[in-house]
């Protein structure tokens, strides 16, 4: 009898023991403020659906019409027989959007850090990343063979120290931070990172997965947050996040753009994303552009949410976006508290070591707009319940 898959087995018993198996529930309803998740329904506090789009009638509509003209399948990759009008357009629609040259999308966000980075750098040259940058981020880094060199989390004289460091050693450097880091919902200090890529002449990109749609003037991303436009030569973002549906784009220089589109290996090898998705996402730039209603209203709920939470005792952290650690310390603390919102109708994450650092283990809030005030106080009244219930609170 063959043995060699013995070995997963165990480490899967091993995950099991050790509390780091990933239980993953099942979600039977559309995204909204309340899912059905595991065959109950219960308030939604984990999605990224910032903007409540990814159930929105505009952007269902526009994808029904769109499966109806141009059918469900792209059938092949961009530079064969894969590119549609729809692609070049929604291409175009974003670059406005963010005030840019130009713009290439892929088939997520993860793929847009795979296609950008290694089309950028390779072994010769060098990569300064955030040390808490995203997965797709370090692989993307790794993907490009070259040299790694973490700087200390949000800290630009850290940048700057290990750049007049390694001076002379590398020919391209290329600076990369996330914009808003998704496990404590603090921002780059993307104005000072830009002064020290100006300063040694290094490139600079920003993955703005979690600001689109949320920082900025009606959404348009952390570049307009911090007004550094035509000064960051990269904005990598996704669709599938405030945007409300799936895909990723890289934003920029039209050179740089138009060598992804020669250079970049999910674009020349993974099929074109759908005729659905593309369309859904224009209709989501429309939403955008016609009304910054749904942006005021996450920033509104996010407000109201956070100075609730803060009044009843809560400690939420460093966070300054719709994302809201609730931070509790131990993880079996944090494991208990989410089991405990879920059995009072309130489905929030909880996220320990490895995901954040060892005694920082915290429930994860994710504020949407589409979120009523009904909602929220539904929220903060399962909290309170449960933070007295387990002592995270006093009386
Ligand atoms: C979510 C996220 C991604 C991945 O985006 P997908 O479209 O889901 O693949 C990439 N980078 C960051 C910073 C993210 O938060």
Redesign the pocket.
Known sequence: MTQKLNWIEEELTNLKETGFYNRIRTISSPQGAWLEVDGKRVLNFCSNNYLGLANHPDLTAAASASIAKYGVGPAAVRTIAGTMDLHLLLEQRLAAFKGVDAAITFQ???CA?LATIPALVGKEDAIFSDELN?A??IDGCRLSGSPIIRYAHANAADLERLITENQGKFRRGLIIT?GVF?MDGDIAPLDAIQQVAEKYDLMLMV?D??GEGVLGRGGRGIVDHFNLHGKVDVEVG?L??AFGVMG?VAAGNANLVEWLRQRSRPFLFSSAATPADVTACLAAVDVLERSTELVDRLWDNTRYFKDHMRALGFDTGNSVTPITPIMLGEVPLAQQFSRDLFDQGVFAMALGFPTVPRGKARIRVMISAAHTKDDLDAGLTAFQKVGKQLGVLGG
């Open positions: 997520s966000g993860f850090n995203h797709s981020i996330d998704s993955d997965a979690h996704t599938s996040k990723g």
